[in-house]
């Protein structure tokens, strides 16, 4: 089955204590991409990578870090987690080519709480 | 660079109702455009999408939208509402030369009634 799956689906923490989730696809895509869903604000976008070792800034990337060392994997790296990323976070996969439209596949979803 | 505006943060509805979900998007390039579904407690799924062609796309749920053009929208319509729609939607698009990245609206809830 096509899917994209993130882990843990739930996690507490304490502020500062360095925490990672991990995503993972099999569709073999290129494109992956980190968001934050906040009430009111929608889906934001921190981090994207078109391809192996290749990752970019999205639209709020400070607090994070990603890396992109296999095809399939897009793990979300918090060095020193505050209470302001308390969020619900995606992980998302799609082609790069113009004729597969960029429609990406979400995964399950992570819910942060730091405290 | 892109940005989408979906103008109704809630839109409460009774079952059998017809409902209108809008969405507002400006772009200097050409776009793909997408609507998003998010039932609760999950992830993200694709409702439907306009590539090229008829400016009329539907779902498999009975879900339509068309693109406007001159208008930049994207509207999302259903004649009649079933409970089973409620959920929040998301409108996004995503330029044809920027392999991928898409630019999300800030979401609508839509709310069916019995």
């Known amino acids: 089955e096509a899917q994209v799956t993130q882990n843990p689906r739930y996690l507490i923490t304490v502020t500062g204590k360095k925490l990672t989730v991990t995503c993972s696809q099999n569709?073999?895509?290129?494109?992956m991409s980190w968001y934050r869903q906040d009430p009111g604000l929608g889906l934001r976008q921190i981090y994207y990578?078109?391809?192996?070792?290749?990752?970019d800034k999205g639209d709020v990337p400070e607090g994070y870090k990603v890396s992109r060392k296999e095809k399939r994997n897009f793990p979300l790296i918090l060095e020193s987690p505050s209470p302001n990323q308390t969020s619900l976070y995606f992980c998302?996969?799609?082609?790069?080519?113009?004729?597969?439209?960029?429609?990406?596949?979400f995964g399950p979803g992570t819910r942060l709480t730091v405290t | 660079a892109q940005s989408v505006t979906q103008l109704d943060s809630q839109v409460p509805v009774f079952e059998e109702a017809p409902v209108e979900l809008r969405c507002n998007y400006s772009?200097?390039?050409?776009?793909?455009l997408f609507w998003y579904v998010q039932y609760p407690n999950q992830g993200l799924q694709l409702l439907l999408k306009?590539?090229?062609?008829?400016?009329l796309v539907k779902s498999i749920n009975g879900f339509e939208a068309e693109f406007n053009k001159s208008q930049t929208s994207f509207h999302l319509r259903k004649p009649s509402v079933h409970i089973s729609d409620t959920a929040e939607y998301f409108c996004?698009?995503?330029?044809?030369?920027?392999?991928?990245?898409?630019?999300f609206g800030q979401g609508t809830e839509l709310s069916v009634k019995p």
């Open positions: 998302a996969s799609s082609f790069t080519r113009q004729e597969a439209s960029y429609e990406q596949y």
């Open positions: 569709m073999n895509h290129e494109y």
């Open positions: 990578s078109m391809n192996v070792e290749v990752t």
């Open positions: 772009s200097s390039v050409s776009v793909y």
């Open positions: 306009y590539l090229s062609g008829s400016t």
């Open positions: 996004a698009v995503s330029a044809y030369n920027q392999g991928g990245k898409l630019i």
